[in-house]
């Protein structure tokens, strides 16, 4: 790969080109955007191009000698920095390591190249030994820090780093990624591409967790609720998902934030039916049985039933009992469809 095989970055990739083309390259970058839009990919291909020896224009030839050993993560003056196995963060010893490491002049080329992973997940002490390291770098340095959520980043850490943002994909570029480089099925690529929000990671996500299926399934219930059904309907869901059987909170939040995302994507869905065609509809097989629906339903009950579910998605974050998050927000929803008051004060 080089840069000419990534996908929907070219203000990026031109960004870089021109920083090159003109010895301008920064210290210190931040990558910033959603998982799964190729920051890691690209910070990879632009080591290459930094380090490559027989560039093609300003991109990497992708077949010498350092090209090859950047691609199988083999290259000394190259380093890639990520939370150790069953940590969700980087630790202060990792950073300390990282100023071992460029301390030592470059062993093959004029830079060394440092990647780190999940720069936005590391406790007050790691940030500040990592601001030392970006306080004073040696000349032959070039960091990149690659975030989530550059809210999580200290400000004195921001302030040192050029901040370079990733747009999420555009549908179609998922799709024909999940087709070409996963073997996807194209239905399946054009479903995944729709649910995952311009992340090719997420789409692979849900690929194994027969999200589509699932989806599918609420649908078809979901239709048929009553008002009293909310209790039942809950504990439905756990079996259904499997929830019970999951024992880290973490796993339990990931399978709970998709399964809420079903239900905005339903009710999403029924807005559209009212919006009329504006935009395109995701649960295209029940069509007829969402337009019928979504006739029964006013456009300000659908909004405030969307509200009820993107408030569930940030409380789930803080709240430990998945089981009663889930039961309240489906009483709320029932409530607001078959016109009852909802209490404000049900989280
Ligand atoms: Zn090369």
């Not at 869901?237 to 019970?244: A, I, M, R, V």
């Not at 809420?260 to 869905?269: C, G, K, N, P, T």
Request: net charge neutral; proline share 2%; glycine share 2%.
């Amino acid at each position: 790969m080089s840069f000419k095989s990534i996908s929907c970055q070219d203000r990026v990739i031109k960004l870089f080109q021109n920083a090159l083309i003109n010895d301008r390259l920064a210290h210190a970058y931040i990558f910033a955007g959603q998982e799964g839009v190729g920051k890691t990919l690209f910070s990879k291909e632009l080591a290459k191009v930094i380090f490559c020896q027989h560039p093609a224009g300003v991109d990497a030839c992708d077949a010498c000698n350092h090209c090859q050993r950047i691609a199988s993560d083999n290259f000394s003056d190259l380093f890639l920095i990520l939370p150790e196995k069953n940590s969700r963060v980087i630790k202060i010893e990792q950073l300390k390591y990282l100023q071992d490491i460029l301390n030592v002049k470059p062993l093959e080329s004029k830079h060394k190249v440092v990647i780190i992973q999940s720069a936005d997940k590391m406790n007050e002490e790691a940030s500040n030994c990592l601001l030392k390291t970006l306080e004073e770098p040696p000349s032959y340095a070039i960091m990149i820090l690659i975030v989530t959520s550059l809210e999580s980043v200290k400000e004195t850490v921001r302030s040192r780093c050029q901040i370079i943002r990733f747009s999420p994909l555009s549908m179609t570029t998922v799709r024909d990624i999940l087709v070409s480089r996963f073997q996807l099925d194209r239905k399946q690529a054009e479903r995944l591409a729709y649910i995952s929000n311009g992340s090719i990671e997420r789409a692979l996500l849900l690929s194994g967790t027969q999200a589509i299926e699932k989806k599918n399934w609420l649908v078809d219930r979901i239709l048929k609720l009553e008002l009293d059904n909310n209790l039942s309907f809950s504990k439905e869901l756990f079996n259904e998902w499997h929830l019970q059987d999951l024992e880290i909170l973490e796993e339990k939040r990931t399978y709970v934030r998709e399964l809420i995302l079903s239900f905005l994507l339903y009710y999403r869905d029924l807005l559209v039916c009212k919006m009329q065609g504006e935009f395109s509809m995701y649960h295209t097989d029940w069509r007829d049985a969402l337009i019928s629906k979504s006739e029964s339903l006013s456009e300000d009950v659908l909004f405030s039933i969307i509200n009820v579910i993107k408030r569930s998605l940030i409380y789930l974050d803080y709240n430990a009992n998945i089981a009663l998050l889930l039961e309240n927000m489906i009483t709320q929803i029932l409530r607001l469809q078959f016109g009852k008051r909802v209490p404000q004060s049900i989280f």
